[in-house]
């Protein structure tokens, strides 16, 4: 027979790989109680329980014996008599609430009195308890007393109980011999009666149980006591125990409902093995019996209570008397007993005081009968795991052992086949048609872009930027400033005498330079910032209607270009564009005085007129046909005359007729009607010469005089600042096509978002790739639940492959 630490070595490894594979069955049941029977996984739980309970006992290489019974069965004096001393609660004040412990010291200098007090908590709830006991029509008459007492001392002893339950780590006490905490003990549960109260554990390390075992002895409080505090220890040592010493009285031969009870938590806890096979029945206060025949006939009643039970653990004991002749008694015990008379008594029933009977007897168990109940205890709960087992394997193998080979990879893209791609057509034509009504709304003009009025809101304030720009850039002319414009006037000459017509030209050049540089450099800039923040409204609608998946600007605005280049190629176009009207433009106004621009205006007269055609300011004059060629050749707007064409009519009709001073008569009349003064007179005037006269006095008045001093050439360039203002917003705009080449750039990005898709198929890849890794949770598409759904079964499956190789290993 092998020995108890071979068998323990031996059961403790077979139990760890049992309990390796009860996790892992235990994770399984976690994920697949949809496939299993509840109580298939409850039955699990229950034995994963007992298993690590076992596992944790054998590890303490413990062995732990709970001393059950009903209360005043004697369980506290049978401990005594076993330790050789009373010390233990055990008189009529014991109190009831109390759970003993009494562990074995491997030597003297490890014996230790431990007591542990409830907590301010634990008391409420006690009392809570009692209430209810006292309430119930379950418990005796004297129960009752006994609890009714308990409670009304509790609550008188409220405030000196509290200073007990402040007591954290409770008390500790260590010692060499026993006698030293006896009346340490005594008082504390005796003489102190909140103490008594407070206390909820004593705990009892000596060498008075073998030293050569780790032994424990749980005195357990009685089911008996009526509060559910109580039950619930019993219930916890009983589940933890390797053995029962089970204190009943001599005289009461039938089984209780209380020990009823007790007994079947310890039959449930530890079903492979019967109560019997680990069981000491110890038939306690035999002394109460007088008659040989009456002990003996009690005695077969409690040998048919417990047939299973070996003689050897069904023993009469006499605790009192073991203790007068043997050990150091209470002095209440003394009072109570005549050391004579119980020798007598127990020699007239034929029997000793059946300590020391006990003693061998759980002793003999310990060495002998424990490796037999371990091995059958662990082969119990090996064998349950192992049909378990077998029977979740039968049930889960046939819905999930199919994924355990399925590729992840492969079975994701299936998800993504067919019926994605059903979606993606309905979902792309619908993207379409929101994306064409919103850029019709939003972005798109009518036909004819460059019309007055024509574009869109949103490319209207692209022109609003725009002159804002002209403004702000005409404004901040350094060479137009006052100080300036004196300064290249007056150089190299002098303010009082300086040549006016020089110095016009001196700042036109000035100005005309500043003006050039400016548009051509910060103008083109305003545009393109402009167009790009169009540009950029296109893109964002394109990523919401994308549902915001982050590759959409990338794709659309830089697969073939770096962002920095297309900037760059927009201002670069607006540049163009504007330079061959603007320059035109600033070329006409500015570079030339008024009485210089003939050549000018012959030279560039197909891009005046396309700048007259194009006007499009609420200036009316401006619109009239011919007048901005008018007003660069005179700097007038409007002729000043309207009645000059017929005048010249008739002065010549009139000259053909007239001759002498009739003719100078005609002459002085078309003179007064023309300027309002007096005209040349001559006797010997010829008809030419008063055509000639005629049209002198017209080309004197239409075209302004040229500036003679520094403030009239102020005034000529001011005025043709402001034109050039006027045209630069009114007509270049328009003229140079920008809503047009707006129009084109912003319908290219149109175009290029369709076509990625209806030439290139990328968003369809895009937003596959976003739901098969799920980057973009706004996407309608969800695949989420089925991949789960997917790589849990294949997560399944590979458990139970491993399940199945360590049950295949184990058994």
């Not at 330079?579 to 030339?592: D, H, N, P, S, Y």
């Not at 600042?721 to 707006?742: H, M, P, Q, W």
Request: hydrophobic share 35%; aromatic share 8%.
């Amino acid at each position: 027979m092998a020995t108890w630490l071979e068998t323990c070595q031996q059961q403790l490894i077979r139990l760890e790989k049992t309990a390796v594979l009860v996790d892992k069955l235990d994770t399984l049941c976690n994920k697949t109680q949809a496939d299993l029977p509840a109580d298939l996984v409850q039955k699990l739980k229950n034995e994963q329980q007992r298993l690590h309970n076992q596992l944790e006992r054998l590890r303490a290489n413990r062995f732990e014996v709970a001393v059950i019974g009903l209360e005043k069965a004697g369980k506290s004096a049978l401990l005594n008599a076993w330790l050789g001393q009373e010390i233990l609660p055990s008189a009529r004040e014991r109190c009831t609430f109390t759970s003993t412990e009494i562990w074995s010291a491997q030597t003297e200098h490890d014996q230790m009195l431990l007591i542990e007090y409830y907590s301010k908590e634990e008391i409420n709830t006690l009392q809570a308890q009692r209430r209810d006991a006292l309430a119930s029509n379950l418990l005796s008459e004297k129960e009752k007393k006994e609890i009714q007492e308990d409670f009304e001392d509790t609550e008188k002893q409220l405030d000196a109980i509290s200073e007990f339950t402040k007591l954290k780590n409770g008390f500790s006490q260590s010692f060499m011999d026993i006698s030293e905490i006896s009346n340490h003990l005594q008082e504390a549960i005796f003489k102190n009666r909140a103490q008594s109260l407070a206390i909820k554990r004593i705990q009892l390390k000596t060498v008075r149980l073998r030293s050569d075992r780790d032994i424990i002895f749980h005195d357990v409080p009685g089911f008996n006591s009526g509060i559910l505090m109580h039950a619930e220890q019993a219930v916890d040592r009983l589940k933890k125990c390797d053995a029962i010493i089970y204190a009943k009285e001599m005289k009461q031969p039938s089984i209780t409902g209380p020990e009823k009870e007790m007994l079947m938590v310890t039959d449930a806890e530890d079903p492979a093995i019967r109560v019997a096979d680990k069981v000491f029945v110890v038939l306690t206060q035999v002394d109460a019996l007088d008659d040989p025949i009456d002990f003996k006939e009690t005695y077969e009643k409690h040998k048919n209570y417990w047939p299973a039970v070996p003689e050897r653990r069904l023993i009469p004991v006499c605790a009192r008397a073991h203790l007068v002749e043997f050990g150091i008694p209470s002095e209440d015990t003394l009072r109570r007993s005549k050391s004579a008379d119980d020798k007598a008594k127990l020699k007239k029933l034929g029997i000793t005081d059946g300590v020391p009977i006990l003693k061998e007897s759980v002793n003999y168990y310990i060495d002998n009968e424990r490796a037999l109940v371990l091995q059958k205890r662990c082969d119990a709960l090996v064998n349950n795991m192992r049909y378990y087992a077998s029977d979740i394997l039968q049930k889960l193998e046939p819905i999930y052992a199919g994924f355990a080979d399925s590729d992840s990879e492969s079975h994701e893209d299936n998800l993504l086949g067919k019926e994605f791609n059903q979606w993606w057509g309905r979902e792309w034509q619908r993207i379409k048609k929101d994306f064409d009504v919103w850029y019709a709304e939003s972005i798109q003009g009518r036909t004819e872009a460059d019309a007055i009025g024509a574009e869109h809101h949103e490319l209207a304030a692209l022109h609003d930027a725009y002159d804002e720009k002209i403004e702000a850039l005409l404004s901040q002319l350094s060479t137009a400033q006052p100080e300036e414009l004196k300064r290249i006037y007056t150089a190299g000459g002098t303010m009082s005498m300086p040549d006016s017509r020089e110095g016009n030209y001196k700042i036109r050049e000035e100005l005309f330079r500043e003006i050039q540089q400016k548009f051509e450099t910060e103008l083109t800039d305003e545009l393109a910032q402009a167009l790009q923040a169009l540009i950029d409204q296109i893109v964002r609608k394109t990523q919401e209607l994308l549902w915001e998946t982050e590759e959409v600007r990338k794709t659309l605005l830089h697969s073939q270009m770096d962002e920095a280049i297309e900037q760059a190629r927009i201002r670069h176009g607006f540049q163009v564009l504007f330079l061959r009207f603007g320059r035109v433009a600033v070329e006409a106004f500015i570079a030339k005085p008024l009485q210089a621009r003939e050549r000018l205006l012959h030279e560039r007269a197909a891009e005046i007129k396309t700048l007259e055609a194009f006007y499009q300011g609420t200036n009316d004059q401006h619109k009239q046909e011919g007048r901005l060629t008018h007003y660069l050749r005179y700097g007038l707007w409007e002729k000043a005359i309207s009645r000059i064409p017929v005048m010249v009519n008739k002065a010549t009709r009139a000259a053909k007729a007239a001759t002498g001073q009739d003719l100078v008569d005609t002459v002085a009349e078309v003179a007064q009607a023309v300027s309002g003064r007096g005209g040349r007179t001559t006797k010997t005037a010829t008809v030419q010469e008063v055509v000639e006269t005629v049209a002198a006095f017209k080309e004197e008045l239409e075209r302004s005089p040229e500036p003679i001093n520094f403030e009239q050439v102020v005034d000529e360039i001011n005025g043709d600042l402001a034109a050039l203002e006027d045209y630069l917003k009114n007509s270049v705009f328009y003229a140079a096509g920008f809503i047009t080449y707006c129009n084109q750039e912003l319908e290219r990005i149109r175009n290029r978002f369709k076509e990625i898709e209806d030439n290139e198929r990328q968003w369809i890849g895009i937003i596959r790739t976003a739901v098969k890794y799920e980057r973009n949770p706004r996407i309608p598409y969800n695949i989420s639940h089925s991949k789960r759904d997917f790589r849990l079964r294949r997560e399944i499956a590979l458990e139970l492959k491993e399940v199945r190789d360590s049950y295949t290993h184990l058994y």
